[in-house]
């Protein structure tokens, strides 16, 4: 008789165990959700964040983004350190949310060349001239990655 409570006691024991493992899997999976091909950024976790540009040199914070008319992030709007408006392609800037940084590679030099605004007057993104103007201070091409996406070449 005493043989089969201790046998029943280790059955609840090793359910109750892959019961708890199974919550703590689950738990898992809700904290850490699963992305499907690249890597996806909560608005506030970007804005806000600091600037960086080549050799460390700081260039700002990010001030706002731009999305296109289909819903894609096309720029992040950085206020320098004179308060005025600089457009960085979404394609140029690196992010890690965790130290809350955005580096861009580009030179401090070339940086400064990069036509700026105000709130007041922002430009027309959606034009093929700022496009391409913008893109080339960056050493961008407008759209080339989601061009190279829809003919299968990058991975979604």
């Known amino acids: 008789m005493r043989r089969r409570v201790i046998q029943l006691g280790g059955m609840f024991t090793l359910i109750a165990t892959t019961v708890g493992l199974g919550l703590l899997t689950a738990q898992e999976k809700q904290e850490k959700p699963a992305t499907s091909g690249g890597q ?81 007057q922002y430009p027309a993104f959606a034009t093929p001239t700022y496009r391409t103007e913008v893109y080339r201070y960056y050493g961008l091409t407008p759209g080339q990655e989601r061009r190279m996406i829809r003919r299968g070449v990058v991975p979604r």
């Not at 540009?53 to 004179?82: M, R, S």
């Not at 392609?89 to 965790?98: I, L």
């Open 40 to 120: 996806h950024y909560r608005a506030k976790e970007i804005l806000g964040s600091k600037v960086s540009l080549e050799a460390e040199a700081t260039a700002g914070t990010v001030e706002d983004i731009v999305l296109d008319e289909n819903g894609n992030v096309d720029y992040l709007i950085v206020k320098n350190e004179t308060n005025k408006l600089v457009t960085v392609p979404w394609d140029a800037a690196q992010f890690d949310v965790k130290k809350r940084t955005t580096v861009v590679q580009i030179t401090p030099e070339k940086f400064k060349q990069v036509p700026t605004y105000t709130v007041e």
